[in-house]
Nanobody, 128 residues
Framework: QVQLVESGGGLVQAGGSLRLSCTAS????????MGWFRQAPGKEREFVAA????????SYADSVKGRFTISRDNAKNTLYLQINSLKPEDTATYYC?????????????????????WGQGTQVTVSS
């Protein structure tokens, strides 16, 4: 099974940028659909962005469209999330997740229960 480790979080001022990384081990990342989710204090974990196992299609939450970009480098076994124009409401723990059944579907999967492997999360804090 795949193990996921996120990195790249930190404290940044509003309007700034970060690039989150998620490195996989134990299996080949190209076998999985991949997603980013986030959870703010006192709130439920929510979908942020996802990308098909082939990398050909992506999906974004409305709140991040135009500011966040998900990408993957299967050769490096790494998933990325480029975050621009950060807002205080983007403050959360960001998790990457892997969907082992993604190859069965033609659409990008965006629901939490569709992902079966999760990283430990990386904290993003945006100051105003």
């Amino acid at each position: 099974q795949v193990q996921l480790v996120e990195s790249g979080g930190g404290l940044v001022q509003a309007g700034g940028s970060l690039r989150l990384s998620c490195t996989a081990s134990g299996d080949t990342l190209s076998r999985y659909g991949m997603g980013w989710f986030r959870q703010a204090p006192g709130k439920e974990r929510e979908f942020v962005a996802a990308i098909r196992w082939s990398g050909g299609s992506t999906s974004y939450a409305d709140s991040v469209k135009g500011r966040f970009t998900i990408s993957r480098d299967n050769a490096k076994n790494t998933l990325y999330l480029q975050i621009n124009s950060l807002k205080p409401e983007d403050t959360a723990t960001y998790y990457c997740a892997a969907d082992s059944r993604a190859y069965l579907y033609t659409s990008v999967r965006t629901r939490l229960y569709e992902y079966d492997y999760w990283g430990q999360g990386t904290q993003v804090t945006v100051s105003s």
